[in-house]
């Protein structure tokens, strides 16, 4: 009998080596054309399916610009000129192997103009309660909803607060109620390639960092009942008599409301063409309104101190009295004015004419109502 088998293994077949799908290299390039770019920038190149391997931006002059490169991406680290033709180059390799080049050239916006901002304060200094920010432009602001939108304002404790338009050179920014003490303050005024409208630009950033005091130093000036009252931290300091600006001529009347300490100076010498004085030797004089108000020693007015106002706007003290004031004040501090029929606002000389600071004569919807920023 033939034996019975299992038929043999047939031969398999050679299985075919996977393909695999290897991405090429797709480069994005910000700006990679253009002319009137800002600027500002920002000025990057992205890599997907790669990595980049070298970039450099390029001006005319062959300056190469500051940057960062990682493996997929490459951005700027510097602003440029203006009005100046920048050239892209370098190189991306793909997952494939294949380089892809990266290209492209493109030209600044050529101003009409460039506008400076400067600020009132300084870095590392310390204000009172009631100091503002104010940005000042050197030329008219057309946009400004543009520029406001470039500064901005970081507080070390939650506070609220707003820009307002004083005028289209002046930008200002307050709390709604004053500064908590020991508040750190951070102003950061971007405004380099910013359009401000007409054909103006931000000719370069302004910062600055400062410190609200750690006590809240507030003065109460009375004109009624002739008394000069100094606060910190809501407790009363000190009682003064004082005299201010007579009520029988409205020019000379002190003006209601809260003023800011600008200016301090040991001896100084006033005068006012108006009621015919010049150069008239006092001491301890803290600016209060740069309408010419001030408090300061005026011993020759001593025995109406407490009992009637005989001044032409300022706030006299005794020597004694007016050092007291002189050595616990600082910039920024608030003298709350009352009693004058002569108000402290809009159209009233401590008004925009008066120039800093006004800022608290406006109520919270009516400061507010003077931002730019767009709903």
Known sequence: MTACSAAPDAPSSPTAPAVENKAKAAVTVTPAEGEGVS??????????????????????????????????????????????????????????????????SFRTI???????????????????????????????????????????????????????????????????????????????????????????????????????ADRALVAKANTQTHRFEIYRDGVLLHDLPASYGMESDKRAETRNGIHVVQQKESSRKMSNPTFGYKDVPVTWAVLISQNGEFVHENNGTVSAQGNRNVSHGCANLSGANAKIFFDLTMIGDPVEVVGSSVPLGLGDPMGPAAGDYWDWTLDWAAWTAKSAATP
């Open 39 to 104: 600027p500002a920038g920002p000025f990057q190149v992205g890599v997907t399916g790669g990595s980049l391997t070298a970039v450099a931006l390029t001006g005319a002059d062959n300056r190469v610009v500051k940057g960062e490169l990682t493996a997929g991406r490459w951005v700027a680290t510097e602003d440029l000129g203006y009005d100046k033709v920048y050239t892209w180059s370098g190189s991306a390799k793909g997952e494939d192997g294949v380089d892809v080049p990266v290209s492209g």
């Open 110 to 212: 050529k101003p009409q103009r460039v506008v400076a901002a400067s600020m009132n304060v300084g870095d590392h200094e310390t204000y009172g309660v009631a100091m503002p920010v104010k940005v000042t432009f050197s030329s008219p602001v057309q946009d400004k909803a543009s520029a406001q939108k470039a500064m901005t304002v970081k507080t070390s404790v939650p506070t609220e607060g707003a820009w307002a338009w004083l005028s289209d050179t002046e930008a200002h920014w307050r709390p709604r109620e004053y500064w908590k003490p020991n508040t750190e303050v951070s102003v950061d005024v971007d405004v380099y390639g910013v359009p401000f409208g007409g054909g103006s630009f931000g000719a370069e950033d302004v910062h600055a960092q400062f410190k609200i």
